[in-house]
Every structure is written in C-alpha cells, then in structure tokens.
C-alpha cells in the first residue's frame, strides 16, 4: 500500500527559520561579530538561579499540574495586573514552555481550516508557520508607510476588503520585534474601538513589555479588550531566562478552558525547576530587568547614531533590542545580498529585512543585544564596509 500523503501537508509547505538558518551558516567566519538573535547578553540573575537549584535538591521532581503550579499562576496574574492595569485570576494563567508555546496553543486553540489571521509585517515570522501548521491562512498588512504601526484605518480597510472571509484573530506584536516600535496609550485606545466592532481575537504578544523605553508606561491591549486579546508573555527577555523556556498565556476564562488540553497534550506540564526559578524572578526580581533596560537604552544610542553617520535611515526604537535599519541607496533594496557581502567582507553579521515579509526588504534588522566592545567594533566595520564599497 503507498500512502498518499506521507505527511502533513501544512508542515511540508512551512520552511525551517531562515533567520536561525543565517546565523548557523556564519558562524564559522573567522572573528565574525554577530548580532543577528535576539538574546540578551545578560545572565540570569543569582537569586532566580538559586531558586531553581534549591528546587532541585527539594526533589521538586514530580509532574506539576497542567497548567503550571497554583503559587506561580497567581505570582503571574498579581506581577501583570500591578504593572498593566490588568484583571487576571490565576485561573486565566497558563505556565507555557516559552512565549513560543503560548503563540503555538493560542493558535491550535482557536483556528479552524481556513480560519483567517491578520498579520501586520514587518513581524516575527513565527505567527505565519503556525497559522498554517493548523490549517489556517494569513493575511498580511504591510506597515511600513505608517512608520511601522497598524493604523485603525488601514485595520478598517483589511476588514473590510475580507468581508468574504472568516476574519478570526489579529496578531499584534510590541514593542515590536524587528522594529523596536511600540504603540502609546492613544494609538491602542483607537485600535481596540475597531477591533471590539470586528469581535476577532486578538494574539497580542508582549514578551519585550518591560523593555520600553519611552517615558509612558508600556500598555497592554488586554486592558481595554479582556474579553478578547489573547496575551503571550514570560520572561525570556525581561529576566536574560531564554534558555529558561518561562512563558505565560493569558486570556478569557472559556478561552483558557480550552487552551488548557492544547497545552496538555503538547507538553503535559512545564518543568518544575524552571516553574520556580520563575516564581522567585516574579515575586523578588520585579526590578530585575532595569539595569539591563539601562543598557539597552544605551547602546541603542550609540549604534543609531553610528548607523545613520553612515547612511542608513532607522525606525525610531522605542523598546526590545532591534534597530531596523533602512540600507543605504547605493545598495540598492536587497537585504540577502547586502547582509552575506557584509558578513563575508566585514565581519558583522545581520538579518535581512525579507525575512520579516511585506515591508521588509531594503531593511536590515540589527540586534544590539551585544557588549557595548561588540557594537562599536561592529559600527566601525560597518562604516568602513559603506564608505569603501
């Protein structure tokens, strides 16, 4: 007998990440300074660490709950609603592996075939490939002629243009990741007043929320609408944790009813230790991530300065670590050929706007998640490679 598809369809047609792709194919140059991911070069803190190691020498190394261990759902729900102005019940959180499992379980959680997200580019590539993992489809909205913010207008006319479609979730993503835009108070009041008319959910991604760096406050989109965003965040980015995998999914309680056998089924329970490592970072590490914002805001001084001594036009940054930065004219708009010659002739790798989608191209997204040694030798080579090509 000969199957007649030997796999999933979807996945055949979803590509492996070409930003990881990128970073692994340049990593054997020679003193190749690279700033391509987005990982903190921080570490953990102590405390957190600690707290992980008395976990394991408590045995605490049995399955925990589904959903994650009652003190540390609660720990996230008080930590969110003191920052956000939010309302969440313990109930309403799930500890997920990471910010990617939470986008991964919202998803599978809501879609089916057909099902249409929205999807404002340039963006974090990860929403599209699992949208269409679960058999759903999206549709992108270029923002790059509104500074990189989804207008309530440019919303309206998406909805509208898709009448004939089953509209059934947004993706929002800030502070954004390639951009470093983020959106103030105003911008999100006027969103959510086209978004509540629509009743579509709305995936709202906030994992760099504590890495704005304008004087307002960062807001959350859950504020105005609780019954319809569903939040992603963790502590990946606020806490150095990446390796960690400490995620958190918030949302509706009928939604989280049903997100809970998604996660069930895909992870069983997160990891113990790590489930208390974060408990200690929520509940003794609220300022843990101000000395880092301080040097984030520091070296992104530094690099927009040197970048645009140089020719390139940047996005205003306003939070995360990117620069997304618009390539000289003299090399034209291709950003894979601009990011390979730089890497081979100057030693400084970058990831290319196309791999962000509509919008992207021309642009080169820069991490300056990197020692302060790093990114000055990197803007020198880089001004050299610009003035001498």
């Known amino acids: 007998m000969v199957l007649k598809h030997k796999f999933n369809q979807q996945v055949e047609q979803v590509a492996i990440s070409d930003i990881r792709q990128f970073d692994i194919d340049v990593s054997g140059i020679p003193e190749i300074i690279k700033l391509t991911l987005g990982e903190p070069d921080f570490n953990t803190p102590d405390h957190v660490k600690q707290a992980a190691v008395d976990a394991i020498n408590d045995d605490q190394s049995h399955y925990a709950p589904n959903p994650g261990i009652p003190t540390l759902r609660k720990a996230a729900a008080d930590y969110y609603n003191t920052k956000y102005h939010l309302d969440y019940r313990a109930e309403q959180v799930i500890t997920t592996i990471g910010a990617t499992e939470s986008i991964a379980v919202s998803l599978q959680t809501i879609l089916n075939p057909d099902d249409v997200v929205l999807v404002p580019t340039p963006v974090f590539p990860i929403y599209i490939p699992i949208t269409q993992i679960n058999h759903g489809k999206c549709i992108t909205i270029d923002t790059s002629d509104d500074d990189f913010v989804l ?54 991604d906030e994992i760099y929320a504590e890495l704005s760096y304008n004087n307002e406050t960062h807001t959350s989109l859950a504020e105005f609408l609780p019954d319809q965003v569903l939040l992603v965040s963790g502590l990946s980015k606020s806490h150095a944790m990446t390796g960690w995998r400490a995620g958190f999914l918030m949302g509706p309680s009928d939604f989280i009813e049903q997100a809970i056998k998604t996660h069930q089924y895909l992870v069983t329970a997160p990891t113990n230790n790590v489930q208390y490592a974060a408990l200690e970072a929520l509940t003794n590490g609220q300022a843990d991530s101000e000395p880092m914002k301080a040097a984030y805001i520091k070296r992104r001084d530094f690099l927009c300065h040197e970048l645009e001594e140089c020719g390139f036009d940047v996005a205003s940054p306003d939070g995360a670590f990117y620069l997304f930065a618009k390539i000289p004219t003299k090399f034209g708009t291709d950003s894979w050929k601009f990011v390979r010659q730089l890497a081979k002739k100057a030693r400084v790798a970058l990831i290319p706007g196309a791999s962000f989608g509509p919008g992207g191209e021309g642009y080169v997204r820069i991490s300056y998640a990197a020692s302060l040694d790093d990114l000055k030798t990197a803007a020198q080579r880089i001004k050299e490679y610009v003035i001498n090509n």
Do not use: F, H
């Open 151 to 204: 207008t309530p207008e440019k919303l309206r006319v998406t909805i509208k243009a898709n009448q004939d479609k089953n509209i059934k979730a947004l993706v929002l993503v800030y502070p954004s990741n390639p951009t470093g835009v983020t959106y103030s108070r105003e911008q999100l009041k006027e969103l959510s007043k086209v978004i509540k008319e629509s009743g579509m959910w709305v995936l709202c």
